[in-house]
């Protein structure tokens, strides 16, 4: 399995991102998807995650400038990131709660990351 994250940039403050990941290879289910961002030197904190049936959550004060949303059939997550702030930059990772073919187990699968970069 292999998440493919895309999207990020630079933007100027205020400015606004939409974050895509696709998942692919041999899935049979996926459950829950998200995103997390780390700055440098810092830890790997949650964005937002959503489940399969579409309920979310968001980390501490992000609701209302980011959304997740999900595509069930195209196996993709997305993050719209608005009112952008320099400390929102960081590598942003989506992960994957997924079951594959063949398997009688879940686990858990990170995309590569991808950079966002906000300046004042």
């Known amino acids: 399995v292999q998440l493919q994250a895309s999207g990020g940039g630079s933007v100027q403050a205020g400015g606004s991102l939409k974050l895509a990941c696709v998942a692919s290879?041999?899935?049979?289910?996926?459950?829950?998807m998200g995103w997390y961002r780390q700055a440098h030197g810092t830890q790997r904190d949650m964005v937002a995650r959503i489940t399969r049936e579409g309920g979310t959550t968001y980390g501490d004060s992000l609701e209302g400038r980011f959304t997740i949303s999900r595509d069930n059939v195209k196996n993709a997550v997305y993050l719209e990131a608005e009112h952008l702030q320099p400390e929102d930059a960081g590598v942003y990772y989506c992960?994957?709660?997924?079951?594959?073919?063949?398997?009688?187990?879940?686990?858990?699968?990170w995309g590569q990351g991808t950079q966002v970069t906000v300046s004042s």
């Open positions: 992960y994957a709660r997924v079951l594959m073919r063949d398997s009688n187990g879940w686990r858990d699968y």
């Open positions: 290879g041999r899935i049979f289910r996926i459950n829950g």
